[in-house]
């Protein structure tokens, strides 16, 4: 085991550098982490952090050579991160479900026009670099402007104009949709929480691609203030990894990156979804009796006390199970709910970068995302929002933009200017393709949540592809799989919207699922 001695030294961002403070954390971690380790192997009892006072470093270092490391997950550190990329949210701290994030929110925060990161360029790239980033920032500002007339429209069919914040909620619709012309590059800030033990794989996987000098500064800054609060970690702290030890940078060693490679892969996966936005590609043949054989375990009772169906609607359906009717999630917690485990689904999904975004934090229902430069193509490649449709000259300016932004890239790329600072031109609306699998118990959770009318819109789209693909297949299960005010309405719960003013204006529990229409 290398063991690191300093934290990483690495270029710097021309924008201001990424803000990294550690605000909350575990009064004597390292300690802690020791002291759980001895209690597995303490007769007398619990083993008090004050206990462990020296000659543990032997120790550490052998429990963590062996795998050991949930010693190492009971400590956890708070973060407070400003001036970080989107892209580099996207692509490293939220690419895995071991962390909690609270984030500023794009839908209904308006962006400042100079918050974006910077990559270390110059010249005539930096020029390029920055004359781009302009014009898509003035493009979300104009298309916000441009957009109101239509989101206007679709919230008075919901709603009277004399309603309370209708303004503001119909302005915050128009730049949900223009966000999508933002480069992935803008910035965000957000509270960042992980385990000691999450914290010291970040520092080994930070020079991974798609943003390894961001991830270097951010996750240096943050091993910085771990080392300052509690040196002791250096006992099992290694060093990070080059990228050329990742399999992925050993396979583009052999096979290099290229733009026509990329644009056929992007057909090939396009044409299997068959127009849809998620594509069930995958699942259990036994769904179904999986669900109900386990209902029936863990009741204790016979098929013929208990047939398939009737342990299906036991389960899932709120009017007889009403924790599926509260607003707390308690199924993994509940004995009988945990049954819906064992059937699995997977799609392949299409989704802009910034709907993504959002449907990665459904932390259960992991995917396999793509190392993005591999999918950069020579073309345009976006997702169009449904609101841009609805006006033929915007959805013309939209692609003429998109056709701007990918001409720039291309000339960064003739310039030589790597990947990882190329793409941070992509807009929020650049296509990302990949494959999601989910369990029955997360996927209705998640279902829960997103075909609720206020979900983002693309993500809404793609739970509805889903819901309805899984209903085809297995009907007595996908039958439940609804929005929350459904759920509640099914449980007698009051109110049947859970979100109070924010009530999206659709009474949608009377509608079944082919009936759902939205524009935003």
């Known amino acids: 085991m290398t063991l690191a ?9 021309l924008s201001p550098e990424p803000e990294v403070v550690m605000t909350k954390a575990f009064t004597e971690p390292f300690r802690n982490a020791i002291a759980t380790a001895k209690t597995c192997y303490s007769a007398n009892g619990i ?149 000691g033990i999450t914290l010291l794989r970040y520092y080994r ?20 203030a771990l080392l300052a609060f ?121 989704l802009s970068h910034t709907a993504d975004s959002q449907d990665q934090r459904h932390r259960m229902t992991p995917a396999s995302r793509p190392v993005l430069a591999a999918h950069l193509s020579d073309a345009p490649d976006v997702i169009v929002p449904e609101l841009v449709r609805e006006d033929a000259g915007l959805e013309r300016d939209y692609h003429a933009l998109m056709a701007e932004v990918w001409d720039a890239m291309g000339r960064l790329r003739r310039l030589g200017v790597p990947d990882e600072f190329v793409l941070y031109l992509l807009p929020n609306g650049a296509a990302v393709r990949f494959t999601e699998s989910g369990d029955f118990l997360s996927l209705r959770h998640k279902h829960a949540m997103r075909l609720c009318y206020l979900a983002q819109e693309e993500i809404w789209r793609a739970s509805l592809d889903e819901a309805q693909q899984i209903r085809e297949v297995n009907p007595l299960l996908g039958r439940f799989l609804l929005p929350p005010c459904t759920l509640r309405d099914m449980a007698q719960a009051l109110p049947k919207c859970p979100e109070g003013e924010r009530y999206c204006g659709v009474k949608v529990w009377r509608l079944d699922l082919s009936e759902y229409r939205r524009l935003v």
């Open 205 to 224: 996987l930070c020079r991974q691609s798609d943003a390894p000098l961001e991830q270097q500064i951010v996750v240096g800054k943050m091993v910085e």
């Open 230 to 350: 509690d040196p002791r970690y250096r006992t099992v702290l290694e060093e990070p990894l080059d990228e050329s030890m990742t399999p992925e940078a050993a396979f583009f060693a052999s096979a290099p990156m290229n733009p026509s490679s990329a644009r056929a892969f992007c057909d090939e996966f396009d044409a299997h979804l068959d127009g849809r936005t998620s594509k069930l590609v995958a699942y259990k043949a036994q769904n179904e009796r999986l669900v109900a054989d386990s209902v029936r375990e863990v009741l204790g009772v016979p098929t013929a006390r208990v047939s398939d169906a009737d342990a299906i609607d036991l389960v899932l359906n709120p009017a007889r199970n009403h924790l599926l009717g509260e607003s707390l999630n308690l199924t993994t917690h509940n004995k009988l709910t945990r049954a819906l485990v064992h059937p699995s689904y997977t799609f392949k999904k299409k």
């Open 47 to 195: 083993v008090a952090d004050e206990q462990v006072i020296s000659g543990y470093e032997a120790l550490a270092r052998s429990i963590y050579q062996a795998g050991h490391h949930t010693t190492l997950q009971h400590a956890h550190f708070q973060f407070a991160l400003s001036n970080v990329s989107r892209q580099f949210i996207w692509s490293f701290l939220h690419s895995h479900p071991f962390y909690n994030s609270e984030q500023v929110s794009q839908r209904y925060v308006t962006l400042r026009p100079d918050a974006v990161a910077v990559p270390p360029l110059a010249g005539e790239a930096l020029a390029l670099y920055r004359k781009t980033v302009a014009r898509q920032m003035a493009a979300y500002a104009e298309f916000s402007e441009r957009l109101l007339p239509l989101a206007d429209r679709e919230w008075a069919a919901r709603f009277p104009r004399a309603r309370r914040h209708f303004a503001r909620d119909v302005k915050k619709k128009a730049q949900e949709i223009a966000r999508y012309v933002v480069p992935v590059a803008a910035w965000s800030y957000l509270y960042h929480t992980v385990s």
């Open 5 to 13: 001695s300093t934290a990483i030294a690495a270029p710097r961002f």
